[in-house]
């Protein structure tokens, strides 16, 4: 399933959600699948509906354009973090604003991962062990300003984030919860959860719970947009073992106990 | 019906003639009139009209709705002209259709909104990265403005290419009196490659990367040697006999339209050639030549760019003269005159 992707990456379970839900709900013939490049664009060659690969971070105009002509389509926006809140947060913000009749899922793993691990306004980094969660937070904003540099971690961190140690493979315990520091981490909802959307909520997909909840989520996002059209986004922590250097266990545990502290979840805004 | 129209409204009309279903755009001088056009009136057309958040945002509208089948339709101007490059390349690639005007700035950078003709190589050279060809249509007159987008339509979807239209913002905001076509409906669901869904359990891909595949780069280049085969397109004006030809478009056309007419009144044998497909350049029509020994190449940018092309594709076997400049014409008895010392 999805075999070009690595073993324990967040996008072959997030496909298999979303083929779930489209089997389910029987809209197959109905889905155009946007996806951006990169990892996203490995699906291609896989899933079962028509689809198009867009240019980075302009998988939203190119669905918004699609839409406007042939409304009775479900288009789904399938992009990473870093095309959909860095290179483009632009048509993100325009969407929103506009309510715009969007179905939207984001895969957040905090990196660019097929360049090899670049940060991603989104990163907050693997290593939560005790105490350390501190220089992760560090790190991130340092990650925008290299002068800053006092902190010698911080700056090799800048070149190359994913250097991971002393991961706790029996389920990290996070001694400081950061999850009020709004400077680790891009929190899209700081940007677009004042704006007229109809729908957004996050998950992680990591372990069966989460999955399902996961699930639930995007099933909702689909069921509004299918309704009344909207601005609906689902934005999904997800494992890039590759490039965090971890074996996907111990991915599955910095999600869990790492970002799901840094990041809320569950349904975020829900508008009628 | 008649009216009288500057080129970008009867760019505008045009566009309705060809059947258009879809504008997104974002306002440049001088290209704003069609904007405005759009804004006020698609929608009594049944156009769609998206304000786009950038020219970025514009040209990616566009790609979705050609992929929906639409004849969808952006048109800029100089550094907006620019931003829509990436995705002008993805369309090359992608095998989409999509037609965009680009009425052409003076200058690079900001530039400024004068006559200029500085965007030729950038047209026609491909404009953004990578192996590819935009084709190119440049109006020379106000019909070809109401003309030229149904030719642009058809080409687009035939070669599954994007077609630029161009002009300066002479005939931008030129008026003449036109003939206003009737406007045809276009069929969404008449194009096979059309994104519609998967319904017969055959999915349709639009990408430009195949990892599996296959025959793409001779697709590719098939598709450029076809329509430089096929495509070239021109007028021409006594050229069978001339001694001296002209090569120029857009304003610089029309101006030595009329350097032929004196110059022939007066007994100098003058011909004048106007490429109205800059890419495909139309080579075809310089192997009609028979006595000329000069050519003289007029537009208006400073690193004549349109030479270069005449010289290569006429195989360096004439003299050649250039009548360039920046933004400013020079007059019917300039030219005229420059022949004459040049005799
Ligand atoms: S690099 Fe990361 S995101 Fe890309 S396929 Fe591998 S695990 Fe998945």
């Known amino acids: ?272 | 019906m008649k009216r009288i129209l500057n080129g970008n409204e009867a760019f505008a009309y045009g566009a309705l003639a060809a059947g258009i279903d879809f504008y997104a755009g974002y306002p440049i001088t001088p290209s704003t009139d069609v904007y405005e056009f759009f804004e006020k009136y698609g929608k009594d057309y049944g156009v769609k009209f998206v304000h786009a958040s950038s020219e970025v945002s514009a040209i990616n509208m566009i790609m979705g709705a050609s992929i929906a089948g639409a004849r969808a339709l952006t048109v800029t101007s100089g550094c907006g002209f620019s931003l829509m490059q990436e995705t002008i390349s993805y369309m090359a690639a992608d095998f989409v259709p999509s037609v965009i005007l680009n009425v052409m700035r003076e200058g690079a950078g900001l530039g400024d909104i004068p006559r200029s003709q500085g965007d030729y190589n950038q047209m026609t050279k491909g404009g953004g990265n990578g192996d590819y060809h935009t084709i190119v249509l440049a109006c020379s007159t106000i019909k070809d403005c109401v003309e030229f987008p149904s030719i642009a339509y058809e080409l687009s979807e035939k070669y599954q290419n994007p077609v630029i239209i161009t002009y300066d913002s002479d005939i931008a905001h030129t008026k003449e009196i036109v003939e206003v076509p009737i406007r045809i409906k276009n069929d969404i669901n008449k194009l096979s490659y059309t994104l519609t869904g998967n319904i017969n359990n055959n999915p349709k891909r639009i990408q430009n990367i195949y990892y599996h595949d296959s025959d793409y780069n001779n697709t590719l280049k098939n598709k450029y040697e076809l329509i430089e085969e096929n495509e070239q397109r021109y007028s021409d004006y006594f050229t069978e006999d001339a001694n001296v030809i002209l090569v120029a478009f857009s304003i610089c056309a029309r101006i030595c339209i009329d350097v032929v007419k004196r110059a022939r009144a007066e007994g100098i044998k003058v011909g004048l050639i106007i490429p109205i497909t800059l890419y495909p350049f139309p080579k075809k029509v310089f192997e009609k030549i028979n006595n000329c020994k000069k050519i003289i190449v007029v537009e208006l940018n400073i690193l004549k760019q349109m030479r270069m092309d005449v010289e290569y594709f006429t195989k360096f076997k004439y003299e050649y003269y250039s009548i360039n400049s920046m933004s400013t014409c020079e007059t019917v008895l300039d030219i005229l005159n420059f022949i004459k010392e040049h005799k």
């Not at chain 1, 891009?186 to 729908?199: D, Q, V």
Request: aromatic letters at 6%.
């Open chain 1, 1 to 272: 399933m999805y075999e070009m992707l690595c073993a324990g990456c967040g996008h072959r379970t997030a496909m298999m959600i979303l083929d779930e839900i489209i089997k389910e709900k029987n809209i197959k013939e109905k889905i155009i699948m946007a996806l951006d490049v990169a990892c996203c664009s490995l699906l291609i060659d896989y899933v079962d509906y028509d689809a198009i690969m867009c240019a980075h971070g302009r998988v939203l105009d190119v669905t918004k354009g699609y839409k406007m002509m042939r409304d009775e389509n479900i288009v789904i926006s399938y992009m990473g973090d870093g095309a959909a809140y860095s290179i483009g947060i632009e048509e993100m913000i325009h969407s929103a604003r506009r309510n715009d009749a969007v179905l939207a899922i984001v895969i957040n793993n905090g990196l660019y991962s097929m360049t090899g691990g670049q940060v991603a306004p989104t990163y907050v980094g693997a290593n939560v062990n005790a105490g350390v969660n501190v220089n992760v937070g560090v790190n991130v904003n340092v990650g925008a300003d290299v002068n800053v540099g006092a902190n010698v971690n911080a700056g090799a961190d800048i070149i190359r984030p994913i250097v991971v140690t002393n991961v706790d493979t029996e389920g990290t315990k996070l001694s400081e919860p950061v999850s009020n520091d709004n400077n680790i981490g891009f929190k899209i909802e700081n940007i677009i959860g004042n704006l007229p959307i109809s729908y957004f909520a996050r998950a992680s997909i990591t372990d069966k719970e989460n999955i399902d909840t996961a699930k639930k989520y995007i099933n909702t996002a689909f069921d509004k947009y299918i309704k009344s059209g909207g601005f609906n986004l689902v934005e999904l922590l997800s494992p890039c073992p590759t490039n965090y250097k971890l074996k996907p266990v111990d991915m599955v545990n910095v999600i869990n106990n790492g970002w799901s502290k840094v990041y809320k979840i569950g349904e975020i805004v829900n508008n009628v």
